[in-house]
């Protein structure tokens, strides 16, 4: 089946500092999708990416759409305490294929 | 986006007993799923639901260990059978919506179940 490698597997940075994290997959993927999960909560949508090369904001996040399909990027600039969570990355095969692989997560810790 | 409740928010189970698990979408979805999450784990998919039939699992997920409802286009059940132990994980229900014109997939938030 689909694999997702997802790095790194934690984080501990400063407030302040730029956050990177990636997922790499064993396949190509016509949707990545990032994702955030505090504690005792469900994960909740950052950023959804539809097309190779896709470079899309969200306020401080950035992320990209590998161009061979088969990786993407979230960047994170300027960190404040709230951003501490899982962040994870899922992959879609797309057309009438809506199943999500997920990557294992990064714990992200900011220290004020 | 879809606003997703889901009930119980958490709960505390016996050995052997069986636990149902609603998922209540704000509007009209055609996608549903259940995905599970163990302890300090990334998320699996169990199933996907299906409105008027029967759910379709992923391997290594069986109808009879966990059962799925799905009667109309906003709500679904998901039934932890038998529970054991191995079974502690959080449950999530998860929709497929639209952004614009383009869909997305969101999740609820979740049902922390301990299984003693």
């Known amino acids: 089946g689909q694999q997702l490698n997802q790095s790194p597997q934690s984080m501990f940075i400063q407030e302040g500092e730029d956050v990177s994290m990636n997922c790499t997959s064993s396949?190509?993927?016509?949707?990545w999708l990032w994702y955030k999960q505090d504690p005792g909560e469900g994960p909740v949508l950052l950023i959804a990416l539809y097309k190779a090369g896709e470079l899309t904001s969200n306020g401080r996040l950035t992320a990209q759409f590998g161009i061979t399909r088969k990786d993407s990027f979230l960047n994170i600039s300027a960190s404040i305490p709230s951003d501490v969570g899982i962040y994870f990355c899922a992959g879609r095969s797309g057309g009438s294929n809506y199943k999500l692989t997920f990557g294992k997560g990064t714990l992200l810790t900011v220290n004020p | 986006s879809a606003v997703i409740s889901q009930k119980p928010s958490r709960d505390i189970c016996q050995r052997g007993t069986s636990l149902t698990i609603q998922c209540q979408v704000d509007?009209?979805?055609?996608?549903m799923f259940w995905y599970r999450q163990q302890p300090g784990q990334s998320l699996t998919l169990i199933a996907t639901?299906?409105?008027?039939?029967?759910?379709?699992?992923e391997s290594g997920f069986v109808i009879d260990k966990f059962p799925i409802s799905r009667p109309n286009l906003t709500f679904s059940t998901l039934t932890v059978s038998n529970m054991s132990p191995e079974d502690s994980s959080i449950y999530l229900c998860s929709v497929v919506g639209t952004s614009g014109l383009l869909d997305t997939q969101y999740f609820g938030p979740g049902t922390r179940l301990t299984v003693l």
């Open positions: 639901a299906n409105q008027g039939s029967e759910a379709t699992y």
């Open positions: 509007s009209q979805v055609t996608m």
């Open positions: 396949s190509i993927f016509n949707t």
